[in-house]
């Protein structure tokens, strides 16, 4: 069984920041991921205001991210923080985000970069 704790969820303005400044981003349409090596795995998801106005609706985007990423949580391979932030101006249906999700983890999982201490 496949689950998503809270010590999975990413927070923390700092480290929320450094994942901004120094992770790789790319494109998963309708998501825009961001990604960094870190030492155990942590999750957010975001859905803009500007671009959802209702609480409900950007509520439900962020409840199909999270729950897409914990059933295929297993295609990531090694430990990353990633944010899968929604850029599209209509709410997707679950099959598009699931799509998207799937191919942004595995994207992830193949450029697998070893984590680096630069003390």
């Known amino acids: 069984m496949n689950s998503f704790p809270k010590?999975?969820?990413l927070c923390g303005q700092l480290?929320?920041?450094q994942l901004y400044k120094e992770g790789k981003r790319f494109t998963a349409w309708p998501l825009r991921v961001t990604y960094?090596?870190?030492?155990n795995t942590q999750i957010l998801v975001?859905?803009?205001k500007s671009l959802?106005?209702?609480a409900v609706k950007r509520n439900h985007l962020r409840r199909l991210m999270r729950e897409t990423y914990r059933q295929?949580?297993?295609l990531l391979?090694?430990?990353?923080q990633v944010a899968f932030n929604y850029m599209d101006k209509e709410e997707q249906p679950y099959e598009v985000i699931e799509k998207a999700v799937c191919k942004a983890l595995k994207k992830i999982s193949n450029?697998?970069?070893p984590i680096t201490n630069n003390q």
């Open 7 to 9: 010590h999975m969820r």
């Open 15 to 17: 480290r929320i920041a």
């Open 36 to 39: 960094m090596p870190t030492d």
């Open 46 to 48: 975001w859905a803009p």
């Open 52 to 54: 959802f106005k209702r």
């Open 72 to 74: 295929h949580q297993d």
């Open 77 to 80: 391979v090694g430990n990353y």
């Open 111 to 113: 450029n697998q970069s």
